[in-house]
């Protein structure tokens, strides 16, 4: 049975850092895709980085020179550095995992989300 479990969430102030990290158990996520969607307060779901198994990476535009995500194979574990937070930002926070290794754009398991708040 997989389980994606997220860590890392919190508040923050505008310009500030956080670390996501989400820990996987259940198969052997080293073949599969790997990410992070966010939704925020009445809006619908958004990708917001993806890594592949083979290390390839892409990100909203919105995201792009702020935020890095990175896996670490022998530990099944995604994380999404995240810096310079801006309160558009504020969002809960979704790890994915895709069986295409490539990235197919949807999904196969979803984390149960860790709230991202960014303030002034």
């Given at each position: 049975q997989v389980q994606l479990v997220e860590s890392g969430g919190g508040l923050?102030?505008?310009g500030g850092s956080l670390?996501?990290?989400c820990a996987a158990s259940g198969d052997n996520f080293s073949n599969y895709a790997m990410g992070w969607w966010r939704q925020a307060p009445g809006k619908e779901r958004e990708e917001v980085a993806i890594i592949t198994s083979g290390g390839t990476t892409r990100y909203a535009d919105s995201v792009k020179d702020r935020f890095t995500i990175s896996r670490d194979n022998a530990k099944n574990t995604v994380d999404l550095?995240?810096?310079s937070l801006k309160p558009e930002d504020t969002a809960v926070y979704y790890c994915i995992v895709d069986h295409y290794r490539n990235y197919d754009g949807e999904p196969d398991y979803w984390?149960?989300?860790t709230q991202v708040t960014?303030?002034?």
């Open positions: 923050v102030q505008i670390r996501l990290t550095q995240m810096n984390g149960q989300g960014v303030s002034s």
